[in-house]
């Protein structure tokens, strides 16, 4: 399968506890971006990465938000200090940086946190 | 106005029969308009793309743009039971790249 992959694809923590969710793109994308869905909502961008860099994030990326994607392949997003509004699917997604195609975007399976 | 709109449903159509999918955009929006199927608990999956004025055909998909209504739909021709899902329609968000989405029409095709 060369799809996006992410993980862990549930994840259940307690308020205040720091969560880190993994994604792994398309081997040859080299735009990776994150997104948050909540239910009856379309996907809300959070930041995407070009390469290794960090180009844009979303004013819902809080100070508690952190995402890195150090050698430009796979990606973490980290949150500390979990609150109950941080439950939602945490969606990945990746494309080819170039042109219209950076638009095409595959998304991976997703997190699905609960902040109980 | 919200960037990208939908109607959220739900919209029932008999099998066999033709979907339309409704969506209206912003000028905040660029031009670039995607279809995502979603069915429920699982991740989008990019089923349609469009960049210019007119139809573009995949299938039982047609996607259709205008640009001047900022209108985007889509229709799937011979509605099957396993194509109830949500719809989302999603344009792109400028020159960075990301995408703007509507909150989806849930569509049920019923047998």
């Known amino acids: 399968d060369t799809g996006v992959s992410q993980d862990p694809r549930h994840k259940i923590t307690k308020r205040g506890q720091n969560v880190t969710f993994r994604c792994d793109p398309i081997?040859?994308?080299?735009?990776l971006y994150w997104y948050r869905q909540t239910l009856g909502q379309g996907p809300e961008f959070l930041t995407y990465?070009?390469?290794?860099?960090?180009?844009?994030k979303s004013r819902l990326l809080s100070d508690r938000f952190s995402a890195e994607r150090p050698k430009g392949s796979f990606s973490t997003l980290e949150i500390q200090r979990t609150e109950q509004g941080d439950s939602a699917m945490y969606l990945c997604?990746?494309?080819?940086?170039?042109?219209?195609?950076?638009?095409?975007?595959?998304f991976g399976p997703g997190t699905r946190l609960t902040v109980t | 106005q919200k960037e990208v709109e939908q109607n959220s449903g739900p919209l029932s159509v008999p099998e066999g029969a033709i979907a339309s999918l409704n969506c209206t955009y912003s000028?905040?929006?660029?031009?670039?308009f995607f279809w995502y199927r979603q069915y429920s608990g699982k991740s989008p999956e990019l089923i349609m793309s469009?960049?210019?004025?007119g139809d573009k055909e995949d299938g039982r998909f047609t996607a259709q743009l205008n640009k001047a209504s900022q209108y985007v739909s889509l229709l799937i021709r011979d509605s099957q039971p396993s194509d109830s899902a949500t719809y989302l329609c999603?344009?792109?968000?400028?020159?960075?790249?990301?995408?703007?989405f509507g909150k989806g029409t849930k569509l049920s095709v019923k047998p």
């Open positions: 997604a990746s494309s080819l940086g170039a042109g219209q195609l950076s638009y095409e975007q595959y």
């Open positions: 081997s040859e994308h080299n735009r």
């Open positions: 990465f070009q390469n290794e860099a960090q180009l844009e």
């Open positions: 000028d905040r929006v660029s031009q670039s």
């Open positions: 469009i960049y210019s004025n």
């Open positions: 999603a344009g792109g968000g400028g020159s960075q790249g990301n995408l703007i």
